[in-house]
């Protein structure tokens, strides 16, 4: 049974920093590439960082680079997303992703509120 399972959201005050994590299971992790996307209200959903297997590339969108890291420890089947410089902008529902060829899966998410 594959999961995904995020954790690590939550309230923080602009200019704070959150770490989420993704624990996978049900599946060859190390195969994966691995993303963070978010969904904030009346908005699509939107690719945030992605990493490749073994960690050798990673993407950030425009508005979160030189904030958001996204790293991951395949030992662990755990996927990160280390944010800094948080920003109300930031608010959203963040979802783990996995995806190898034609499989792709997602996590159920994590509410993530940047708010004084």
């Known amino acids: 049974q594959v999961q995904l399972v995020e954790s690590g959201g939550g309230l923080v005050q602009p200019g704070g920093s959150l770490r989420l994590s993704c624990v996978a299971s049900?599946?060859?992790?190390?195969?994966?590439?691995m993303s963070w996307y978010r969904q904030a209200p009346g908005k699509e959903r939107e690719l945030v960082a992605a990493?490749?297997?073994?960690?050798?590339?990673?993407n950030y969108a425009d508005s979160v680079k030189g904030r958001f890291t996204i790293s991951r420890d395949d030992a662990k089947n755990t996927v990160y997303l280390q944010m800094h410089s948080l920003k109300p902008g930031d608010t959203a529902v963040y979802y783990c992703?996995?995806?190898?060829?034609?499989?792709?899966?997602w996590g159920q998410g994590t509410q993530v509120t940047v708010s004084s």
């Open positions: 049900g599946f060859t992790f190390r195969y994966y590439v």
């Open positions: 990493i490749t297997s073994a960690g050798g590339s990673t």
């Open positions: 992703n996995a995806d190898y060829a034609s499989l792709n899966y």
